[in-house]
Structures are given as C-alpha cells and as structure tokens.
C-alpha cells in the first residue's frame, strides 16, 4: 500500500512539478490570490508582492527603507527642489524586448495621472494631503525624464517609491483598444505566467533582464536573476501551508508563526530566516467611552501591561518591546523612546481605586486572521485581569474589525500598522481631532499641534526634539499604547539559496538560486 | 413526468426569490464595507466615495437588491468586487471542482455503504450486523476535518505520500488529478459511509419486515434469492432519496475540506467571497446552491418510481 | 425509573452511550468548579509542554494547561450544541406542529420560508449569521438552532399530517377544544419520539458544526475553550505537538460516539417494530 502511494505520488510529482531538465523553480506560498494584473488599480498586500516581481518603478526602497535606484539608475534634484531629473537604467528593456524609453516613462506615468485608469494613489501626486502636485512630465532625451512639482517636496521619492502604489513603467502596447490594461508589458526580471484562479500564479525568468550595477538592497540594486520560474501557491490555511512546507511540497513560506520556528528550525532541510520590522503593534483605547475618557483608567491600562513580557510571550522573543512610534530602525530612534508609563501593576491597582473603577467590563476587539493581534490581546486580557480590570475578547473577522476601527466603534482593540518610512507619518496615522476623522485615536491638542510641527520641519534637530514631545504626550495621553516592533520570520528549505528576509518582508525572488 | 418536473420547478420559485432576499439581507447585516475592504490601507475619502459610487453601494437598498435581482432575471450575475470577474465564471471554474470531490466520496461510500447496510439488515441482531453497525457509529464520530488535519500531518508532511497543496483537474490528466483527489475524498467520506450505511440497513430491516418477503420465503425462495429480488430493490429507493440529501449537505460540508487541502472549490470561493464582504460573489453562489438543491432533488424524485415500483407520481 | 429500565435492558448501545456522556457531564460540572490550572492563564514560560508532570495533557502554545481547558470546553461545547438543539426542537415543533394541523395555505407559506431554509446549506447559514449577530456563544447558538429547525419542522409536520383525520383528533375539537389545546394535548405527545430521535443526531451535527465553525474563524472567541475552539486554535501544532489536536479531536469524537450510540437505542426503543423483525 504504503509502496503504491509512494510510486503514485512520484508519479503525480513528475507530471505536475518538474519544469524541463535542469530548469530552476521555487514554488512559495502566498495566503489569496492575487486580485488582478492592475498594479495600482486593484491590488492588494498579496497582488504587490507578485507585481513588483514584473513591473518595476523609477526607484525603490531600500533595507533600510531610504530610497535606491530601479529602473531610474540615478536621478538629480534641481536648486530649487522643485525638478527631478530621472535617467533610465542603462540596457532596460521592455518583456516585448523594445528599449525603455523616456517617452515610455512619461506615457506610463501620464496614464496613472489620468482620471480614467482609476489609479488609487492619483491624489498622492495630485495634490493629495501631503501637498506633492506633479506639474510637468518632460521627456529630455532618450534616457532622461524630468518631472517639476508646484512646490518642493521631500516626500515626493518616498511616495514614488511605495510599495502599496506600484507606480509601475510599462509598454504601451500593455493597453488594449478599450485604454484598459490587457496585459503585462513591463520591465522586470520576471514576466507572468500561468494563472490558475485560485490556485496558484507562475513567472517566468524574463532572459534579456540587464540588472543595475549595484547590489541587491531592499527592492532597490540588482535584481539578476537565477531561477527560471517562480511559482506563488495559495494556501488560504496557515496549518496547511506549514505542512507543505514540511512535506517539501512548497521551498519558501513568508509570515511563518513564531510558535512555529523552533519546529521548522529542527526539520531535516528546513531553515528560519527572522528579520526585525519597523511595523507597530499597539492597543488602541477609545476615549470618549464612557468609561476610558478617565484618563486614570487608561493609564492604569497602560501600567498593567508588561510590554517586555508581552513581546517576549507574543513574538517568542523576536520581537522589539516598543512604546513609541519611533521604531528601532528609525534615525531618530534612542533610549528616550523605550520609556513608557512603565509596568507597574500596584500604580494601576492605585489608578483604578482612584477613578472608581466598578469591575466593568471593558470589550477588546481583535481577530482571527492575524496572530499577532490575537496572541496579544490574550496577553493582554491576562495581564489586565492581574490588577482587577475585566476584558471581554471580541474576536471578529478582520473585515468586521477594520471598519469598526476605520468607524471609531470600539472600547479597546489590538491593531498591528504596516511600516511606515517616517515617523511623522507612523505619528499621523492614530493622531488627529476626532471632528477630522472618525478612526483618530490620540486628540489631545497638544500633541496634533505637536505632530503636525514634526512634519513641517525640515530641521533633523528640530524635528527629533519634536517626536520626543510627542512621544511623552502621548504616553500620558495613554489612548495609544506601543506595544512591540514585531519580527518576521520565514521558513525557507535549504535547496533554496541566497533568499533573504528584509524589512518590508516582501518575498524577492531575484538573487535567489535553487539547488536539485 | 415532464409535468411533474415543471411543476416541482416552478414551485421551487418563490423559496428561491425569499432565499436571494435572505442572502442579500444577511450580507449587509454583517459589518464591513466592501468598497472600504477594496482599497485597503489607502486613506482617501474622495477614492472610497467613488468606489462606493461604482459598485452602487450608494443607492438605497431596495434598488440594490433590484439591481442585482434584474440582473440574475437576464442571466446577469455580476462581477466579483475583488477581481471584476464575472461571477458565473467563478463559479463555473470552481464548482467542478466542488462536484467531483463531492461525487467521488459520494460515489465510494455508497458502493461500500450500501451492501454493508443491506447486509447488516438482513442478518440482523448477528455478529456481522454488530461489527458493521459499530464501525458505522465509529466512522459517524470522527469528524472530517479532524481526520483532514491527521491525514496532512501523517500521509503529507511525515511520511510524503500525498501532495499536500496543489490541485489537478482529472479531465486534465486522470492520475495526476486522482492523487490530488485521495486525501480530501477519505476526509469526506468515512462520515458518508456511517449515514448511508445506516440508512439502507433501515430500509432493509423495513423491508424484510414487508408481507412479500415473508411470502417469498415461505414459499421456500432461497435467501439469496429473496435478497436480490426482493430486498435490494426495494431497500435501495428510500437510500438514493438520502443520497439526494447527502450530496446538497455536502456542498456546505465540503467548505472546511476545501479549506484544509486548498482545493479551489465553491466552498472556498465562499468563505473567501465572505471575508471580503465580496456581495455579488456570496449572493452568487447561494443561488447557485439553492438551484442546485432544488434541481437534485427533483431528479431525485423523479428517479424514485425508476427504482422503487410501488411509488407512481 | 422503570422507563429507564425498560431503555436500557437488553440495549448495550444504550448503556455504553449514557456511560460515556455521563463521563464528558461530570467533566462539564467539574470544570465548572475545578480545574488543576486556570484555564485562561497565559504562562509564556511554559509553553508546549508535552503531557506529563505538572499538565496531565501539556500546554498550548500560550502555556495554558490543556486538561483544564478540555474540562471547561466540555462545559461550553455541551452548552452550546444543547442549546442550538433547544433553539432548534423548540422552533421547529412549533412551525411544523403548525403547518401540520392548519395544512393548506400556512402550510404552504411555511413550507416556502422551510425550503428556503433547507436549501441554505448549514454551514454557510451559520458563517452568515455568526457574521451578522457577532461572534460569540450565543451567535453560533442562534446560527445553528436556525439552520436545524427546517429539519425538524419537516419531521414534525409529517407526523401532525398523519395524524389529521384520525378519530382522537376530530373527537378533541368536536368536544369543544381550542385548537391550541387540541394541538398541546393531543398532537404534541405523539411528536415526542421523533423529535427525541432526531434531536440527538442534531445534537452530534451542531458538536460538528461548531467546530468546523472555529475552524474557518467564526466559532467562540478564545480565550474560553470550546473543543472546536481549542482544535482549531492549535491544528498548526499538529505536525509537532500532536497531543494539542489529540484532547480536543479526541474528545469531540468521543461524544460523538456517545450521542449516536444513545441516538440508535432510543430509535430502537420509540420504534419497537425495528427491533422486533
């Protein structure tokens, strides 16, 4: 029986796995399918990370999350700030092997411009809040391209270089007669291949790719290329996608649970690859609730909680403890943003006496879906209880959870926030006057006016002088309480060589080589 | 016959405009918005306004649900809000695969079920008929997904049998397809097993209990005999009625098992379409099931005077 | 007593079945009021720790103790399958015993509200409600009971139907009973057996659906454990800490094996004729 399976399996294996002799292929697991090939238009986190494998932007992000070089290989800032002189990689060339041109450049960009292509981030560009208004888009020569803004602006590269709004170059033959997006024509190391809805979603090696002359770093440098395809498998359930992993029927699986490493670490051919993100996990208290807008009993909150105990135990020690908004990768990051109330169960027990806490309990929202939110809500409710205060868990699917915090309904919730590159900007997602924004969380007016001087300022001093500020209101403030800089991990089977974790942990599979 | 098929059909159609009214009710119960879910971590008002706009979520209800309801009436399901497909195609693409682990188990466990029962009747309160009543009640206990999950563990990452993720069409290539196949069809089918096995041993103890039977054997017909002619076709029109059952509940069952094994099936769409509040692709495929159950059903019924003579329409 | 008696004389199914599901209530009553550990205590020190020792069955991934929350899940899980039953015996003998006597136009309008029901495949009628009521025990009561009741007005609708017309019924309404009374004291008992016999197949399916409920992240919210629960909070922890999937799988099946064993006995008992062939 046992030997009948086996000879089946195998023959399933070769039918279906193997690619022609000696043809390198690393299959990956990815939790949905990608949405569409409309970088920018219908995307999500899964559809970006397949995306920027084929289409690439003038520049990129680095490791560090500082702005590099892609298809731009370099680039010049006028006197006046206004003017940015892009030049397009020496060699590039389009999947449809026609040169990339700066007229390609400044069609495809007036193509996410235009109103029709219903390109999300158009208002990133437009005149948006950060005020980045792109004026004019010049093709100088063949190679250079030159964008002039109405004012300067020094978020103009770190907007141009998201990863969320792939501002992708592409061919215009890409376009089909109707102006919408028929098909990739882009300038990556990768081109699409097959998609089976649901299933899973093959690239190709794209052979004529002339990578940048500098080394891989982040999404920026070089992204030569050894594998000739690359398979993103869904696997919607995370038990799932771990046994594949074991089974050896997946090589790379991204977002690995930390319970799971020390396992993954001790099977035969499997390694952990862990990296320290600059993504920030936190409670939210709503405090115009009746009962949290006793600043008492959110502080009390906030020393009944044991962030180092709580990250150890939620990110099994991988992960940064972190009461700021600066994370620890972060220029201005220092010893002064480690400081929080402090754990301190007696203070709280105190606290609580003092507002006349009655035993109440106070609803935590969280989820299923992500199993940082949830582990630390449950630490959390543990911890809570320690000092009296009584937390009923409301798991919700993460839909639901969303638009209550999108909607400012919640007494209190656990919420992870994707890297921001600025702190002003990681500042500015939960501080703002509830009239502004239902989802505000921190309205003290104090530290609005604080943050918004954070981001005027182009001064480093200055600024730094600004987030400590801002950071100690906050704290007082207790509505938002920094929680830990979560690491991420992925398990990676040893065939696979040079793949690599990186802050914004999007796979890269460029640079990667595949063993037999 | 005809007659009788149009009919169950046109009756059919007022419980299939209160299940799309219920279906669309139930969605906007559920907190979340779909254009919202849509745009993700992109904060602008202006961006959510429009998609709002495009995907008519700013109308009233009741011109929603007529809409979408106009729509069905020419044939017109809609698009996905998540990939702007068209939704028959989503669902044209994921029910076979739906359909084949489901009748694949289906099939097997009335192979294995059905003698096992009918043997178990007609040697009642006998040591056979204990051992396979006992293994039914024991297959009957251990839930699908429990066994899904032991399956993967053991058959998939321990002992690498069995592919644990991948899924090939069997009309694409018959072997290939069946081993992706074995592990979700066992899953299924040991809790088929348990129910038709005691289904068609309860038809059978009834019908052996039946004046005819006892006449036949009186008369001093074998035993064989009065099992194959008298027995079986009689015990075996009531089992295919539950058969009928059994293959509409398992379309909802199939949901985690789809889940486990990452087969792109309904079920999957489904609970995917759910989570992102995806309205046409859930209301799609409700209807799609409820089409379903009403069409097997009738053909059920209608097989029924094929097997079982005594019942006419 | 004796009816006891009679049920389980000659009925090994039966005794095994009451054995074995007074088992899994004492554990329910017991975790009421003991447990070796706190249930919800996350202990991050002590985290998967294989059974022995200290825990008779290890600890989660959260370090709480899995005999304890197997002691307390055995409190919610029964609660909630018994309740969703209730919610479900409850209803649906009410709109079947209803369509059953009035026949004609409520039975018809009834029947399409059923069908409709029917057509709705359990599980996606709960994930629907568990969605819109929130998730939570009584959502999923709610989402089940609602999903079973067409069963079991289909069952009792049949059973009032056969009734109609027989002498008892029409000497009832011709001494001058209410409908309501004639329906309580006359139609009602004879419900009883079928309704007795299906309830308990209902109660091993809502034991499922429970779990296959926390299984796509709609059941109960930890931190309190429901076998589904705990099975679908550790099934990641199948390749490598197997007795986390072991207790709670085991558990499940176990009253499973419990509820259709009691489930075939009374089925014997209400329906002498089947044994008697």
């Known amino acids: 029986m046992k030997k009948t399976l086996r000879y089946l399996a195998t023959a399933a294996g070769l039918a279906m796995l193997v690619a022609p002799a000696g043809a390198q292929q690393v299959t990956l697991a990815m939790p949905g399918d990608i949405r569409s090939i409309d970088f920018g238009v219908n995307r999500d986190g899964n559809t970006d990370n397949v995306l920027h494998h084929v289409v690439e932007a003038l520049v990129a992000y680095r490791d560090d999350l500082s702005v590099g070089p892609q298809l731009a290989e370099s680039w010049d800032v006028s006197e006046d700030r206004r003017s940015y002189t892009f030049t397009v990689r020496k060699g590039a060339v389009f999947h449809n092997g026609q040169p990339v041109t700066a007229a390609d450049v400044k069609w495809s960009w007036e193509r996410l411009l235009a109103d029709e292509t219903g390109f999300l981030c158009q208002k990133w560009f437009k005149g948006g809040s950060l005020g980045i208004d792109i004026q004019t888009i010049e093709a100088l020569d063949e190679r250079r391209v030159r964008f002039t803004l109405a004012e300067p602006n020094g978020l103009f590269l770190v907007r141009m270089a998201h990863k969320v709004c792939l501002t992708g170059i592409i061919h215009p033959d890409s376009v089909g007669p109707d102006g919408k997006l028929a098909q990739l024509i882009a300038t990556g190391p990768f081109t699409m291949g097959r998609h089976e809805a649901g299933q899973f979603v093959e690239l190709n090696r794209f052979t004529d790719y002339v990578p940048l002359d500098a080394p891989k770093d982040g999404y920026a440098g070089s992204r030569e290329t050894f594998l000739d395809s690359v398979r993103f498998m869904v696997i919607a359930d995370t038990a799932a996608a771990k046994t594949a992993l074991l089974a050896g029927d997946i090589d790379i699986l991204p977002r690995l649970d930390p319970n799971a490493i020390a396992e993954i670490e001790a099977a035969e051919g499997l390694g952990v690859k862990?990296?320290?993100?600059?993504?920030?996990?936190?409670?939210?208290?709503?405090?115009?609730?009746?009962?949290?807008?006793?600043?008492?009993?959110?502080?009390?909150?906030?020393?009944?909680?044991?962030?180092?105990?709580?990250?150890?135990?939620?990110?099994?020690?991988?992960?940064q403890p972190n009461p700021s908004a600066i994370a620890g990768a972060s220029a201005f990051f220092g010893p002064f943003f480690q400081e929080g109330l402090g754990y301190d169960p007696e203070k709280a027990k105190a606290l609580l006496g003092e507002a006349g806490y009655d035993g109440r309990a106070i609803k935590l929202i969280t989820n299923g879906t992500y199993p940082f939110d949830n582990i630390s809500a449950i630490a959390i409710q543990s911890m809570l209880q320690q000092v009296g205060i009584t937390t009923e868990l409301v798991v919700m699917d993460w839909a639901s959870q969303y638009a209550a915090y999108k909607e400012g309904k919640f007494q209190m919730m656990v919420m992870g926030f994707s890297a921001r590159t600025d702190p002003t900007l990681m500042f500015d997602v939960v501080v703002d006057s509830k009239e502004?924004?239902?989802?505000?969380?921190?309205?003290?007016?104090?530290?609005i006016e604080t943050v918004k001087k954070s981001g005027v300022s182009g001064d480093e001093a200055e600024r730094a002088l600004e987030f400590k500020k801002a950071h100690q209101l906050m704290v007082q403030d207790a509505s938002v309480i920094g929680l830990f800089n979560p690491a991420r991990s992925v398990g990676v089977n040893d065939r696979v060589e040079g793949y690599e974790e990186w802050p914004l942990e999007s796979p890269r599979l460029w640079g990667v080589r595949a063993g037999g | 016959?005809?007659?009788?098929?149009?009919?169950?059909?046109?009756?059919?159609?007022?419980?299939?405009?209160?299940?799309?009214?219920?279906?669309?009710?139930?969605?906007?119960?559920?907190?979340?918005?779909?254009?919202?879910?849509?745009?993700?971590?992109?904060?602008?008002?202006?961006?959510?306004?429009?998609?709002?706009?495009?995907?008519?979520?700013?109308?009233?209800?009741?011109?929603?649900?007529?809409?979408?309801?106009?729509?069905?009436?020419?044939?017109?399901?809609?698009?996905?809000?998540?990939?702007?497909?068209?939704?028959?195609?989503?669902?044209?693409?994921a029910f076979p695969v739906t359909a084949i682990v489901v009748v694949v188990a289906t099939?097997?466990?009335?192979?294995?079920?059905?003698?096992?029962?009918?043997?178990?009747?007609?040697?009642?309160?006998?040591?056979?008929?204990?051992?396979?009543?006992?293994?039914?009640?024991?297959?009957?206990?251990?839930?699908?997904?429990?066994?899904?999950?032991?399956?993967?563990?053991?058959?998939?990452?321990k002992w690498k049998l069995l592919p644990t993720v991948g899924y090939v069409s069997v009309f694409d290539d018959a072997r290939a397809g069946a081993i992706y196949l074995i592990m979700p069809v066992i899953a299924l089918v040991l809790t088929e097993v348990a129910v038709l096995t005691r289904m068609s041993r309860a038809s059978t103890i009834e019908v052996m209990g039946l004046e005819y039977v006892t006449h036949a054997r009186a008369k001093g017909m074998g035993e064989r005999r009065v099992l194959w002619r008298h027995v079986f076709p009689n015990a075996f029109a009531p089992t295919l009625t539950v058969l009928g059952l059994i293959l509409g509940h398992l379309l909802g069952g199939v949901v985690v098992i789809e889940q486990m094994f990452s087969l792109p099936g309904l079920g999957r769409l489904m609970v995917g379409a759910i989570f992102a509040r995806d309205y046409a692709i859930?209301?799609?495929?409700?209807?799609?099931?409820?089409?379903?159950?009403?069409?097997?059903?009738?053909v059920i019924d209608l097989l029924y005077p094929v097997f079982d003579p005594r019942v006419k329409l | 007593m004796s009816i006891l008696n009679r049920f389980l004389t000659n009925r090994l199914n039966a005794s095994l079945g009451l054995m074995l599901i007074s088992v899994f209530l004492l554990a329910a009553i017991l975790g009421s009021v003991w447990t070796p550990h706190d249930p919800l205590l996350v202990n991050f020190g002590d985290r998967l720790r294989p059974p022995g020792g200290d825990y008779w069955l290890g600890t989660d991934q959260y370090g709480r103790d899995t005999f304890?929350?197997?002691?307390?899940?055995a409190r919610e899980s029964l609660t909630i399958s018994s309740l969703s039953v209730a919610v479900a015996v409850v209803s649906g003998t009410v709109i079947g015993a209803l369509a059953g006597y009035f026949a004609g136009l409520v039975d018809r309008a009834i029947g399409t509200v059923m069908d409709a029901?029917?057509?709705?495949?359990?599980?996606?009628?709960?994930?629907?409600?568990?969605?819109?009521?929130?998730?939570?025990?009584?959502?999923?009561?709610?989402?089940?009971?609602?999903?079973?009741?067409?069963?079991?007005?289909?069952?009792?609708?049949?059973?009032?139907m056969s009734l109609r017309g027989r002498d008892f019924i029409d000497s009832a309404r011709a001494l001058g009973n209410s409908h309501a009374s004639t329906l309580i004291r006359h139609v009602l008992p004879n419900c009883i057996a079928p309704v007795a016999v299906i309830g308990t197949s209902l109660f091993a399916t809502a034991l499922l659906s429970e779990s296959a409920l926390a299984f796509l992240g709609l059941g109960v919210p930890p931190p309190n454990p429901t076998w589904g629960g705990m099975l679908a909070d550790t099934k990641q922890f199948a390749t490598s800490a197997v007795w986390l999937v072991l207790a709670p799988g085991l558990a499940i099946s176990m009253t499973l094996l419990a509820v259709n064993l009691l489930g075939d006995a009374l089925r014997d008992f209400f329906d002498p004729r089947m044994e008697q062939v």
């Open chain 3, 68 to 73: 304890s929350r197997i002691l307390v899940g």
């Open chain 1, 436 to 447: 502004n924004r239902a989802n505000a969380i921190a309205d003290d007016p104090e530290l």
């Open chain 2, 282 to 298: 859930v209301q799609g495929v409700l209807i799609f099931i409820v089409v379903i159950y009403v069409v097997l059903n009738t």
């Open chain 1, 274 to 319: 862990t990296v320290a993100t600059p993504e920030w996990q936190v409670a939210l208290i709503q405090n115009t609730d009746p009962l949290l807008k006793d600043r008492r009993i959110r502080q009390a909150i906030s020393h009944a909680i044991d962030i180092k105990g709580l990250t150890a135990g939620a990110t099994n020690g991988l992960g």
């Open chain 2, 107 to 157: 099939a097997l466990a009335a192979l294995v079920a059905i003698p096992a029962g009918i043997v178990a009747g007609w040697k009642q309160n006998s040591k056979t008929d204990a051992t396979i009543v006992s293994i039914a009640t024991l297959c009957l206990s251990i839930p699908g997904f429990w066994t899904a999950l032991l399956l993967l563990t053991f058959l998939g990452a």
């Open chain 3, 117 to 160: 029901l029917i057509a709705f495949p359990s599980l996606l009628l709960a994930l629907g409600i568990v969605a819109a009521v929130g998730p939570g025990k009584y959502g999923v009561i709610v989402a089940l009971g609602v999903s079973y009741a067409p069963g079991v007005a289909r069952i009792v609708r049949a059973t009032v």
């Open chain 2, 1 to 93: 016959m005809w007659a009788y098929a149009l009919k169950r059909i046109v009756s059919a159609i007022p419980t299939m405009i209160l299940a799309s009214v219920m279906v669309f009710g139930l969605m906007r119960l559920i907190p979340g918005d779909p254009a919202m879910l849509f745009i993700g971590e992109i904060d602008d008002p202006a961006v959510l306004e429009a998609k709002r706009r495009e995907l008519g979520l700013d109308q009233p209800l009741v011109m929603q649900y007529l809409n979408w309801a106009g729509g069905m009436l020419r044939g017109d399901m809609g698009v996905s809000v998540q990939t702007g497909r068209p939704v028959a195609g989503e669902i044209a693409a």
